[in-house]
């Protein structure tokens, strides 16, 4: 699984450079960019110490919609779970998920919003998965960067993972992805419009599966795929 760290719309470049030295303290090299370009700034260079390489190979994104086409699993960061949402983990819980996910997930990106609003409702709306770090005192938030480091170190068990396995990517049609799409076409065939309630219960329970699981519904999928044909 590749990771991505996503900044989007960040205020100040040195929080950019931190996050990039973070990364690259946990072995993580993919940091990406939504409508900024303050991975340039002199400012953020002064605070990547060594880890320059990640600011100079950001990847640039136009909006988060963007970013949620170009992955398998997009994932939140909210100070708080929301109300309608059953799908909001701490750091370690997350952990946890996505390693339950082995090969099924090629691509990943974990979302951290602007520092001095964070994440829209209507990002948060595109995330599969919320994620948050609960505090123990009654204090805004923490600092963009130090939120990365977090993270990333809660996550650097995936990195090393990943490098042991060579990085070899798993068949698209048996991930994560390629499932939403396939249950997306199944689904209004068999009366289950997108707009009803047990549609949406699906595509919000579809990112919790673990990699085994994964499997067992694209089975699912294709034995439903083949009555249909047959009628």
Known sequence: MQLAFVLVEPKVP?????????LCTMGFGELWLVNSDLHTRPE??????????????ARIFPDLAAVRNSVDLLMGTSAKPRHNRQDWHTP?????????????????????????RGLAN?????????????MKVAYPSL???QSVMLYAWEMSELSVSSEAEGDKPPPAEAG???LRERLEHLLPSVD???????S??????????????IGLVHTLCGNIERTLRKK
Do not use: M
């Open 92 to 116: 370690d819980r997350l952990r946890t998920v996505l390693t339950d996910k082995g090969k099924s997930v090629a691509t990943a990106a974990l979302v951290f919003g602007r520092e001095d």
């Open 14 to 22: 040195e929080n950019v450079g931190a996050a990039a030295r973070a």
């Open 122 to 134: 209507e990002e948060l709306a595109l995330c599969d998965l919320l994620t948050g770090i609960p």
């Open 44 to 57: 953020a260079h002064w605070l990547a110490h060594g880890s320059d390489h990640i600011l100079d190979n």
């Open 192 to 198: 289950t419009p997108p707009e009803g309630k047990l």
């Open 200 to 213: 949406q219960w699906v595509f919000e329970r579809l990112p919790l599966l673990s990699e085994r699981d």
């Open 176 to 178: 994560l992805g390629a």
């Open 143 to 145: 600092n963009l960067a």
